[in-house]
């Protein structure tokens, strides 16, 4: 292996697999407490068993706060480790490929 090729593996696998990862699960998270509000509003009105509503509202909580910490821990061991993720990928090297700036 090259040097610096795990480096390279680790921000591919973090950049790539891991933060859409988390971001999927969080936004699942998020719809979940959505949909629990929504069941708790609407037993409201109907006068009926209001725990469901409850019940999906506090896993959606507990959700999100899992992918939270799940995000700052993989934080923490990147910084540690002192690597440097990027989220885009590399294409200087690739010949007749096109590069645009976005931010500017």
Request: no cysteine.
């Amino acid at each position: 292996m090259a040097p610096g090729a795990g480096v390279d593996l680790l921000n591919r696998i973090t950049t790539l697999i891991i933060d859409p990862a988390i971001a999927v699960i969080f936004t699942a998270g998020l719809l979940l407490f959505l949909w629990g509000l929504i069941e708790f509003l609407w037993t409201l009105n109907q006068g009926g068993d209001r725990n469901k509503g409850v019940q999906h509202m506090l896993w959606g909580v507990v959700g999100m706060l899992i992918m939270v910490s799940v995000y700052g821990i993989v934080n923490l061991v990147v910084n540690t480790l002192g690597i440097t993720v990027s989220g885009a990928t590399d294409t200087s090297r690739i010949q007749n490929v096109p590069q645009f700036d976005f931010f500017n």
